[in-house]
């Protein structure tokens, strides 16, 4: 089964914020996927861009998280477990080369779980394996994803 996503991408020029000479431009845009609030993007601070605005990078980053939570739920509720709160907070390294083009190397997923059986405990924190095997945007990056998980008891 295939499902199909879709996001527009508006971004226009501001003559007097543009450099042609430098061919630096203004970074922000937006992005807009129907039914949804619209995101207002820029690049990140080291890149020039604004920092009070999402990135592509915070984004890429907040994918990873927010899918691992989610498939770690899913494998929580196959294995009976009941998750009372979840905390993450994730690191990712960007590696910027010499010339202009870079790439994630690695993102660490941090979860702090709590459940309500803390009988089980040494399992919850070995799903967090399985919930990688199973998160969509894990799958689809080439870079590892590391966790390292502790129970909130």
């Not at 199909?4 to 845009?29: M, P, R």
């Not at 910027?96 to 790439?103: A, D, F, I």
Request: glycine fraction near 4%.
């Amino acid at each position: 089964m295939k499902h199909l996503f879709k996001a527009q991408l508006n971004w226009d020029s501001v003559s007097e914020e543009t450099d042609l000479i430098s061919k630096k431009y203004i970074k922000t845009h937006q992005i807009s996927i129907k039914g949804k609030e619209i995101l207002n993007i820029s690049a990140a601070k080291a890149f020039k861009g604004d920092p009070g605005l999402l990135n592509p990078e915070d984004l890429l980053l907040s994918s990873v998280v927010s899918c691992h939570m989610m498939s770690y739920l899913y494998v929580c509720s196959q294995n009976g477990i009941e998750v009372v709160s979840y905390q993450d907070c994730a690191e990712g390294t960007l590696e910027v080369l010499e010339n202009g083009s870079g790439r994630f190397i690695e993102i660490r997923l941090n979860p702090k779980v709590s459940i309500k059986e803390k009988e089980k405990t040494d399992l919850a924190l070995k799903l967090h394996a399985k919930a990688n095997e199973l998160c969509f945007i894990a799958n689809s990056c080439n870079f590892p994803i590391l966790h390292f998980p502790v129970s909130n008891t």
